[in-house]
């Protein structure tokens, strides 16, 4: 898979450079589509670089893109490697200007996420992790390897427009908050140890979660869903997400802390 890596961070790049052209337009031409959920002309701008990219780096393996349609599970559920993508992730915080959004990729295979890039275009950072090589930052064309870290006082990675107390009610402890934007935004923060944890309260796409897993897995970290239990990929019709959880440093008894619970 280590062929695939600069490629990858390359078309992520690209991607962003994308949405980074509209972000500076006036008519971005938000939408909604079918799920409720906003979509708009760099979603779709993003998504066209990165098929078109993987096409080229990798024509044999399948994509599944949160902004193209779904094959049905019976097409897919015997693939054995495929790319997971979310082209902006954050689409909501894109609109809003707040600079929070990014672009994720993730290579599935049988069923885990086993690589990640996650490309924040605002900052001009990348995030992105290989089984067994690790969890990675790059900035000015350098990595650095990126654990996770106890905060002295319990912190959590939040969302800067979802009401405070939908998370606060499953917390048993009183804890600081850092605000962000896109869920794999707050899995970064939490993988290079800005914050302790993030839970994710609402729908979420299998795209939301394939790239940061491997990377906070990779930094130490663990990501379930709200139940403790493991997060599927490509195993039912659906591909939604249930709740989830993602944690840092293990040495907390987070089990302890944090309330389970089933939407």
Request: aromatic letters at 8%.
């Amino acid at each position: 898979m280590k062929e695939f890596i600069e490629p990858c961070i390359q078309i992520a790049q690209h991607a962003g450079d994308a949405i980074l052209e509209v972000y500076h337009q006036d008519d971005i031409e938000l939408c909604e589509k079918s799920d409720n959920t906003p979509v708009t002309k760099a979603d779709l701008a993003a998504n066209e670089v990165l098929l078109a990219g993987l096409k080229a780096l990798s024509p044999d393996i399948p994509i599944m893109s949160e902004e193209t349609p779904i094959p049905s599970l019976e097409q897919r559920e015997n693939w054995e490697r495929y790319w997971l993508l979310d082209p902006l992730d954050g689409t909501g915080e894109f609109v809003l200007k707040s600079g929070d959004f990014a672009v994720n990729i993730a290579l599935v295979e049988n069923n885990k996420p086993v690589f990640g890039v996650i490309f924040w275009p605002t900052e001009g950072v990348t995030y992105w992790a290989m089984a067994d090589l690790g969890a990675f930052k790059r900035e000015n064309g350098e990595d650095t390897k990126i654990q996770v870290q106890r905060q002295s006082e319990l912190k959590l990675a939040v969302s800067r427009r979802q009401n405070i107390a939908t998370v606060s009610k499953y917390i048993e402890q009183e804890f600081d908050t850092l605000p962000l934007g896109s869920c794999s935004l707050k899995a970064c923060a939490i993988a290079e140890g800005r914050a302790d944890a993030f839970m994710r309260i609402g729908p979420t796409g299998e795209w939301d979660t394939g790239a940061s897993q491997i990377i906070v897995e990779m930094a130490g970290g663990k990501l379930f869903d709200a139940e403790f239990n493991p997060i599927t990929y490509n195993q039912r019709e659906t591909t939604e997400n249930p709740d989830f959880i993602i944690t840092g440093d293990q040495s907390y008894p987070w089990q302890e802390m944090i309330k389970p619970h089933k939407r």
